[in-house]
């Protein structure tokens, strides 16, 4: 079953606008992961949160964990027309083996 | 470095036929995943391999689905008979060893359709 649920499920928006998409999930985690998928093209790991850090940043990624409300978000700044593409959230249990659970994801438009 | 390899990219079925799917992880990665990704949902794990060892196959509808992973690298996955629910993208996956903090490399995907 999917552990984790992300709204909203599709986002639309102009070139240099910020994009916000979120999170949630459900059993206790070890870390939390992005993933980026364009059309036709498989997945690429953006970036990774453990569990005792509450805020990542790479390039013009931030991410946020809040484990009390079992929530992450993903914020992507000043986003370009190369952005679009569908973002998976996906959590990493504390007693797996590096097994993956993703979301649903969120589809994200980048209008030039 | 070259990244997982997949094929074929794209196979049209009818239902009850078998079909199988093939994977070559990076070099020097010793944990293989496979994936399923139905349109418009996030990818599913059906089967983990450490080595030639299977880790986790408690997603795989084992009465048609099968894999293997001989001598610990390349991988084949199989469907046996495809029923039309099969259709997605077969997702193959590597990673260095099976912990936690590990990045999952990710293959093109193959594309399923079955009639």
């Known amino acids: 079953s999917q552990q984790g649920e992300e709204d909203p499920q599709a986002l639309s928006i102009q070139e240099g606008e910020n994009a916000t998409m979120n999170c949630s999930y459900k059993?206790?985690?070890?870390?939390l992961q992005w993933y980026r998928q364009n059309s036709g093209r498989g997945l690429v790991h953006l970036i990774l949160?453990?569990?005792?850090?509450r805020e990542k940043h790479s390039g013009r990624l931030r991410v946020t964990l809040d484990t009390s409300k079992k929530s992450s978000s993903l914020l992507i700044t000043a986003s370009r027309a190369a952005d679009t593409a569908s973002y998976f959230c996906a959590t990493v249990g504390g007693t797996s083996y590096g097994k993956l659970t993703f979301g649903q994801g969120t589809i994200l438009t980048v209008h030039p | 470095e070259a990244g997982v390899a997949q094929s074929p990219r794209y196979k049209i079925i009818e239902k009850r036929q078998s079909v199988a799917f093939w994977c070559n992880p990076i070099?020097?990665?010793?944990?293989l995943y496979w994936y399923q990704q139905i349109l418009g949902q996030g990818p599913k794990l059906l089967i983990q391999?450490?080595?030639?060892?299977?880790?986790?196959d408690s997603q795989l509808p084992k009465d048609r689905f099968s894999a293997e992973r001989l001598k610990g690298v390349d991988s084949t996955l199989k469907i046996q008979p495809a029923k039309l629910e099969d259709s997605a993208v077969y997702l193959c996956?590597?990673?260095?060893?099976?912990?936690?903090?590990?990045?999952?490399?990710f293959g093109p995907g193959t594309r399923l359709l079955v009639l």
């Open positions: 949160i453990r569990s005792n850090e």
């Open positions: 391999f450490q080595n030639n060892g299977v880790v986790d």
């Open positions: 996956a590597s990673s260095r060893q099976a912990l936690p903090l590990e990045t999952q490399y």
């Open positions: 059993t206790s985690i070890n870390n």
């Open positions: 070099s020097g990665h010793a944990t």
